[in-house]
Each structure stands twice: as C-alpha cells, then as structure tokens.
T-cell receptor, first 117, second 115 residues
C-alpha cells in the first residue's frame, strides 16, 4: 500500500538557518504530494502541493519539488524564523489507487521543527 | 468566512461513556473525513464520507461511528468499545475537483481525554 516516510525530529535550527526536511514515498500510481503544517494545539494547514513530476510547490518561502525518479518531496526553506516552529507533515493522495482510496490522504509521522534565536 | 468548525475544543469523559464530537463546514464540500492523532504519530483515518447519506470505514474504524445526514455536518461518536479513546481528533473536508489532486482543509481539532 501507499506510504510516506519522513525524517525523524525534532529538528533544531537557529534563526536564518537553511531547512531541509526529507520525505520519500511509496505509491502504486502517480500521486499528488502535499506538505501540511501544524502549530501547537491547532489543526493542519496546507503549506504547499505538487500534482505531477517535476512540479515545484512553494508558499511562504517554503519549497518542495516532486522528484519521481527518487520518489521524494523534500521540504526546504532558505532562512527559517522562530515563527516557523511547528510540526510538518508530508502526505500523498493517489488518484490511481484502488477504488475508494483515491480520496484518501496518507500521512508521514510528522517532523517537529524548533527554531531558536 | 468559510471554514470548518469543531466543538468542543477540549472534552473530558468518564470511561465507558459514549461521546459525540461535532464537525461543521460551510465550504460546500462534498467529502469529509475524521482523523485521529496520537503524540508523535501521523494522522490515521477513522471514517470518511464522499457524499450525504454515505460513508466508509477508514483504517481504524473500530469503536467509532458516524452519520452524514447533512452536507455541512459529519459528527463522530466515540463509543465505549473504543479501547483507547484519549487522542486529538481532526475533521477535514476536501475541495471539489479532480479526486486525488485536491487538498483537504482541516478543522482546529478536539482533544478528548477519557478519565
């Protein structure tokens, strides 16, 4: 079945450092890929998405490129801020999956980012 | 403003009691979902509904029940059969369009603690 693997956290960085959070996936077809962010005590917010190979999703300085050859969707940001401290989830939705699965999201376990001054 | 509301934000119940979590959306979305989140884990799908009066079990449906009588509402009941109900529960709805390419919007969550 479909699966998403994220790097374990927490990731601790100083403000203005470069961020990479690794995400790799396994899917039967050609999935869409998403990054969600969760701030403490809140629900998830969509950060960015990509629906086909070589697409780059971007938002609020974060970027991720859909790499089919390496089945990866790594999240990057050039200069993190304290306000970026949160848990980040990689997820996929497989439109070519078996009946009933096309509407489901498969999530990674999340990576906690802590940014300090 | 359009969005998803969940109530209450915090819920305490005694062991053996059923409890119902509310989820309402005014986004006019057809599909709605319930997830469970435990510390240090990803989200696990409990139930989902793609249209009114229809719903399907997710990966961890045992001990839970749902109904979908209105497009806007998708309440989740945590029954006494759920062995470990203490968790953070998230409701979501999916934007219309090509299935599999469209994202889900999440509510703020309900933290359920069973004493």
């Amino acid at each position: 079945g479909d699966s998403v693997t994220q790097m374990e956290g927490p990731v601790t960085l100083s403000e203005e450092a470069f961020l990479t959070i690794n995400c790799t996936y396994t899917a039967t077809g050609y999935p869409s890929l998403f990054w969600y962010v969760q701030y403490p005590g809140e629900g998830l917010q969509l950060l960015l998405k990509a629906t086909k190979a070589d697409d780059k999703g971007s938002n609020k300085g974060f970027e991720a490129t859909y790499r089919k050859e390496t089945t990866s969707f790594h999240l990057e940001k050039g200069s993190v801020q304290v306000s970026d401290s949160a848990v980040y989830f990689c997820a996929l939705s497989d439109p070519w999956g078996s009946t009933g699965t096309a509407s489901k999201l498969t999530f990674g376990t999340g990576t906690r980012l802590q940014v300090t001054l | 403003d359009g969005g998803i509301t969940q109530s209450p934000k915090y819920l305490f119940r005694k062991e053996g009691q059923n409890v119902t979590l509310s989820c309402e959306q005014n986004l006019n979305h057809d599909a709605m979902y319930w997830y469970r989140q435990d510390p240090g884990q990803g989200l696990r799908l409990i139930y989902y509904s793609q249209i009114v009066n229809d719903f399907q079990k997710g990966d961890i449906a045992e001990g839970y029940s749902v109904s979908r009588e209105k497009k806007e509402s998708f309440p989740l009941t945590v029954t006494s059969a759920q062995k470990n109900p203490t968790a953070f529960y998230l409701c979501a709805s999916r934007t219309p369009g090509r299935v599999g390419h469209n994202e889900q919007f999440f509510g703020p969550g309900t933290r359920l603690t069973v004493l």
